[in-house]
């Protein structure tokens, strides 16, 4: 073999491999990155929920409160 040959049967097998452990590391930093981003959305949908909850609780307490009035008010009618 020449010296040549004998430079490729190793440099391009490492280069490979060299390649595939790089792809693979930039797709794990990658999915890292993807899943840090949906954490951020579902902590910033929890947020609106919790307001919105919060929001409707109020809500239904000042409805509440109107109905008891009414229905005091129907029955002093009756």
């Keep these: ?6 430079f ?5 097998p490492s ?3 060299v390649l595939v452990f ?4 930039t797709s794990s930093v990658l999915q890292a990155r993807v899943r ?3 954490d951020g ?5 929890a947020a609106n929920v919790a307001t919105s909850q919060a929001a409707t609780a ?3 307490g000042e409805v ?12 002093d009618v009756e």
């Design 1 to 6: 073999m020449t010296e040549d040959a004998i």
């Design 8 to 12: 490729a049967a190793f440099f391009f």
């Design 15 to 17: 280069a490979a491999a």
């Design 22 to 25: 790089f792809m693979k590391y």
């Design 36 to 38: 840090l981003g949906q």
């Design 41 to 45: 959305a579902y902590r910033e949908i």
């Design 58 to 60: 109020a809500t239904l």
């Design 64 to 75: 509440l409160s109107r109905l008891i009035v009414i229905e005091k008010i129907l029955k």
